[in-house]
């Protein structure tokens, strides 16, 4: 998916809304758990309940690879589910030497059709290059996180940047805002007005917003750009938002709340 069409989308829904599928089976719904498809039917329920109010799924694949072979086939399953109408988004955050790079993205870009992936950039320009060489794919670079680790590497001080300053600054000049983008946590609220005055055109991706406290219509007012510019990310204050049958009711209900307020601010 082009930077055309993710911003026809936006304006289309009146949604920023991302919908992390970080699915994990001990806390599916109990009427599921019986199933031998139940971390795939719950995906698709929720993928059902959810497609008017977002323009962009998450999976985080830590939840399918540890489930052996089989998550990975269920990571297949939901992502070929997922319309093309929506970003789909590995959140696989990926980064190793040049040739090691290249198989990630191959991956994830060929083997699998995501339309972005997430990447660490500790190692450099040759280990997020090969992800950025696709036509109409993104990669998203970790910047500033939301984590407590932050505070060991991103919010220390290189002269006189913090080195998050430094990574997204440089990261910027090896791609552009058509196939490169920045995850910022929404934790971190008070640095996204300067993250946004050197980065006026990129997209951000913002997790944090929902369960782990993130305030969305703080970071929409220090953000927002012409294009929208962010794509945030809600992942258990929507698939959890019930553990009873009516899950799927539930997460719509929340989705379309995240829509509303979105909506408002795009105004």
Not at 14 to 32: E, F, N, Q, W
Not at 126 to 146: A, C, H, R
Request: proline share 4%.
């Amino acid at each position: 998916m082009n930077r055309q069409s993710l911003v026809e989308q936006i304006k289309k829904k009146k949604s920023y809304l991302c919908v992390g599928l970080d699915t994990d089976p001990d806390k599916i719904p109990a009427h599921l758990k019986q199933r031998p498809d139940a971390v795939l039917a719950f995906n698709k329920a929720i993928i059902d309940a959810t497609l008017d109010a977002c323009v962009s799924y998450k999976i985080n694949t830590a939840f399918y690879e540890a489930m052996g072979p089989r998550g990975w086939e269920i990571m297949e399953e939901t992502v070929h589910y997922i319309p093309s109408t929506h970003l789909k988004i590995a959140d696989a955050k990926r980064g190793d030497i040049g040739n090691t790079s290249s198989q990630y993205a191959k991956a994830f870009f060929e083997a699998l059709p995501f339309d972005a992936i997430t990447v660490a950039p500790y190692m450099g320009a040759d280990s997020v290059q090969p992800f950025l060489e696709y036509d109409n794919k993104w990669t998203i670079v970790l910047g500033l996180t939301s984590n407590k680790g932050a505070a060991d590497f991103e919010l220390q001080k290189m002269g006189e940047e913090y080195l998050y300053e430094k990574v997204m600054k440089t990261v910027a000049s090896w791609g552009n805002p058509g196939n490169l983008m920045f995850v910022v946590g929404a934790t971190q609220a008070e640095a996204f007005s300067a993250i946004r005055s050197w980065l006026p055109d990129h997209f951000f991706l913002v997790p944090g917003v929902g369960a782990q406290g993130g305030s969305l219509r703080e970071i929409s007012e220090k953000a927002l750009n012409k294009d929208a510019g962010l794509l945030v990310n809600a992942s258990r204050a929507i698939i959890y938002a019930s553990e009873k049958e009516d899950f799927a009711e539930e997460a719509r209900i929340i989705a379309s709340q995240y829509q509303a307020e979105m909506s408002n601010y795009l105004q």
